[in-house]
């Protein structure tokens, strides 16, 4: 019964940055890891990246390695995509998603996620 709303979204032009939001809450002490993930038309969705609530292990897939960063605020079910030198193919629709697992090297492919947010719309172009 964990709740994920994600904020933040917005058109940017490429080169530029833009930071996401995900406030947890309900039953929020069952999970163990969030990540984000994304999905443009036509494509299915790919996981971006994964960070554990105790020990704040994090996991990126290759294609942000370098120009994103996950984070929370400590002591609070608030976590953070900061996004920098963004492509077009950034674009698509963002999603933060819940797990009683907490993260690891092949989290952003579990088979099943046990929360998901309604998505926020980042767009990159000129």
């Known amino acids: 019964q964990v709740q994920l709303v994600e904020s933040g979204g917005g058109s940017v032009q490429p080169g530029e940055s833009l930071t996401l939001s995900c406030v947890v809450s309900?039953?929020?002490?069952?999970?163990?890891?969030i990540g984000w993930f994304r999905q443009a038309p036509g494509k299915e969705r790919e996981g971006v990246s994964c960070?554990?609530?105790?020990?704040?292990?994090?996991n990126y897939a290759d294609s942000v390695k370098g120009r994103f960063t996950i984070s929370r605020d400590n002591g609070k079910n608030l976590f953070y995509l900061q996004m920098h030198n963004l492509t077009p193919e950034d674009t698509g629709v963002y999603y933060c998603?819940?797990?009683?697992?907490?993260?690891?090297?092949?989290?952003?492919?579990?088979?099943?996620?046990?929360?998901w947010g309604q998505g926020t719309q980042v767009t990159v172009s000129s």
């Open positions: 960070i554990s609530k105790r020990d704040n292990y994090t």
């Open positions: 309900g039953a929020s002490s069952d999970f163990g890891g």
């Open positions: 998603a819940a797990s009683s697992l907490p993260c690891f090297g092949s989290w952003l492919y579990l088979p099943r996620l046990d929360s």
